[in-house]
T-cell receptor, first 114, second 116 residues
Framework: ETGVTQTPRHLVMGMTNKKSLKCEQH?????MYWYKQSAKKPLELMFV???????ENNSVPSRFSPECPNSSHLFLHLHTLQPEDSALYLC?????????????FGSGTQLSVL | KQEVTQIPAALSVPEGENLVLNCSFT??????LQWFRQDPGKGLTSLLL?????REQTSGRLNASLDKSSGRSTLYIAASQPGDSATYLC???????????????FGQGTILTVHP
């Protein structure tokens, strides 16, 4: 158990659906992240939240909308996705103190867009 | 823009062998280098983190080194076991300053298979 829980584990959605991915960290960390892992490509950073403020939006299309209501929870709201958005979406957290700390990842949500 | 490359892309070895996984990065201004393990269908597990001021880190049978001047890191696995079979990812920490340091640039990984 990594201390970072993601739900659902698998999600199949149509291009016109709206769905949300949920992430919860039980480690007392102050920063949370969304990463995308597509087949044949390296992991890509999507969003960074530090102290509940978004500090990075890595040129992600607006059909992905993050939300961080508190330091323990992170959501990724999805709407009108494209088939190429099918990927493993990974949430991570860390305790940032200025030296760069280890990231702890959840098990991911495997998303398929039909 | 930071780019991270891992060689080899895949490696198959018999149990008991010592092995080395290689990682290279284009921008030496990283502030840390992290190695992760990923099992099929799972998330990533952090193995070792080397700060930019350090040369190496060790944990059990794993040893990771960092040479910023040459833009390289290696992960050494001693006495490999079938349970070590997984994808190994290295990632360079980018973006010094600011309020968050979890911004990593990942390589594509090395798929390791250790057969009995």
């Amino acid at each position: 158990e990594t201390g970072v829980t993601q739900t659902p584990r698998h999600l199949v959605m149509g291009m016109t659906n709206k769905k949300s991915l949920k992430c919860e960290q039980h480690l007392g960390h102050n920063a949370m992240y969304w990463y995308k892992q597509s087949a044949k490509k390296p992991l890509e950073l999507m969003f960074v939240y530090s102290l509940e403020e978004r500090v990075e939006n890595n040129s992600v299309p607006s059909r992905f909308s993050p939300e961080c209501p508190n330091s323990s929870h992170l959501f990724l709201h999805l709407h009108t996705l494209q088939p190429e958005d099918s990927a493993l979406y990974l949430c991570a957290s860390s305790q940032e103190g200025g030296r760069g700390e280890k990231l702890f990842f959840g098990s991911g949500t495997q998303l398929s867009v039909l | 823009k930071q780019e991270v490359t891992q060689i080899p892309a895949a490696l198959s070895v018999p149990e008991g062998e010592n092995l080395v996984l290689n990682c290279s990065f284009t921008d030496s201004a990283i502030y840390n280098l992290q190695w992760f393990r990923q099992d099929p269908g799972k998330g990533l597990t952090s193995l070792l983190l080397i700060q930019s001021s350090q040369r190496e880190q060790t944990s059990g049978r794993l040893n990771a080194s960092l040479d910023k001047s040459s833009g390289r890191s290696t992960l050494y696995i001693a006495a490999s076991q079938p349970g070590d079979s997984a994808t190994y990812l290295c990632a360079g920490g980018i973006g010094a300053g600011g309020t968050s340091y979890g911004k990593l640039t990942f390589g594509q990984g090395t798929i390791l298979t250790v057969h009995p």
